[in-house]
């Protein structure tokens, strides 16, 4: 697949199509939604529960690994999923105690807390708990 416009819209039209069908999502903003899953929301901050052991502790290890650089390599991005000289600069900090699940059937749009920052390409694009103005560094990614 080529990186060009027209890949890329069609890549979001199916991509669009498949998450209508399957959370009822019709686009846009959260108040448009008709009645999504919570875990469009917060599914990698439900995944960091998998990772905990019984004292409370996370394997912030294998729970990197798994949301980065096995993803990564699913979808073949080479670029990608590694912090490494000459890769993408995709990163995200997690502020203590690590990711929080906040969405819930009553309020399914609510994102999880507990990215401090997040850098893709090397430039911020979330901090403070809020979206960076303006801050576009990224580009539909194919293999």
């Known amino acids: 697949m080529k990186g060009n416009r027209s890949d890329g819209a069609a890549l979001s039209r199916f991509l669009l199509a498949r998450v209508s069908r399957s959370s009822g999502w019709t686009g846009g903003a959260c108040n448009v939604c008709v009645s999504p899953y919570p875990r469009a929301y917060g599914a990698f901050a439900r995944l960091s529960d998998y990772y905990l052991d019984d004292s409370g502790n996370t394997d912030h290890q294998l ?46 749009c609510r994102l999880a807390d507990g990215a401090a920052l997040v850098l893709v390409n090397g430039v911020p694009v979330w901090a403070d708990g809020a979206p960076v103005d303006a801050a576009q560094p990224g580009r539909v990614v194919t293999s």
Do not use: M, W
């Open 63 to 108: 729970l990197v690994r798994h949301l980065s650089t096995n993803a990564a390599d699913a979808y073949r991005l080479d670029q990608r999923g590694r912090l490494a000289q000459g890769k993408a600069a995709d990163i995200c900090v997690l502020a203590p105690p690590g990711l929080i699940e906040r969405s819930s059937f009553d309020d399914p």
